[in-house]
C-alpha cells in the first residue's frame, strides 16, 4: 500500500488492509463504516477499550476501489470541557509500503474518508 494523497491510497490485488484506531482516554467513541467494494475480514478491540483494530482484503481486479469512512468522537466531560491531552490517532497499513496515521485533537466528532484503489 502506498499513500496517493489525504485519505487516498494505493494498494496491490489482494492485499491485506489493517486499520487501527487508537484513543488517548476513555471513552473510546469511534464508529467505522460498512466499507464499499469489500468487507472487514478482521475486528478486534484492546483489553482497555482504547484501540480498535479492523482489517480487510483489497479485490483481485486493477482499477477497482474500497471506501470506508472512520467516525470519531469525544465526550466532555461534566462541565462540557474537552481533555486537551486526549486524541485518537488513525493508523493504515498494507502487506507493503509505509503505514500513514493521521491525529485528531478534540473537540469533538470528525469524520474521516479512506479512499483506496487496486493498481
Same mark, same amino acid.
Given at each position: 500500500?502506498?499513500?496517493?494523497?489525504?485519505?487516498?491510497?494505493?494498494?496491490?490485488?489482494?492485499?491485506?488492509?489493517?486499520?487501527?484506531?487508537?484513543?488517548?482516554?476513555?471513552?473510546?467513541?469511534?464508529?467505522?463504516? %460498512?466499507?464499499?467494494?469489500?468487507?472487514?475480514?478482521?475486528?478486534?478491540?484492546?483489553?482497555?477499550?482504547?484501540?480498535?483494530?479492523?482489517?480487510? #482484503?483489497?479485490?483481485?481486479?486493477?482499477?477497482?476501489?474500497?471506501?470506508?469512512?472512520?467516525?470519531?468522537?469525544?465526550?466532555?466531560?461534566?462541565?462540557?470541557?474537552?481533555?486537551?491531552? %486526549?486524541?485518537?490517532?488513525?493508523?493504515?497499513?498494507?502487506?507493503?509500503?509505509?503505514?500513514?496515521? #493521521?491525529?485528531?485533537?478534540?473537540?469533538?466528532?470528525?469524520?474521516?474518508?479512506?479512499?483506496?484503489?487496486?493498481?
Amino acid at each position: 500500500m502506498k499513500t496517493t494523497g489525504p485519505g487516498e491510497y494505493s494498494a496491490a490485488p489482494n492485499e491485506n488492509i489493517t486499520v487501527i484506531v487508537a484513543k488517548q482516554y476513555e471513552p473510546f467513541a469511534a464508529t467505522f463504516s %460498512d466499507v464499499i467494494g469489500s468487507s472487514w475480514a478482521n475486528d478486534s478491540v484492546s483489553a482497555d477499550g482504547l484501540t480498535e483494530t479492523k482489517t480487510l #482484503v483489497m479485490p483481485s481486479d486493477e482499477g477497482a476501489t474500497v471506501q470506508f469512512s472512520v467516525l470519531l468522537d469525544f465526550v466532555p466531560d461534566d462541565s462540557g470541557a474537552y481533555d486537551s491531552g %486526549d486524541k485518537y490517532t488513525v493508523r493504515i497499513k498494507g502487506n507493503t509500503g509505509s503505514p500513514d496515521s #493521521v491525529t485528531v485533537p478534540p473537540p469533538p466528532f470528525i469524520s474521516l474518508q479512506f479512499d483506496l484503489v487496486v493498481e
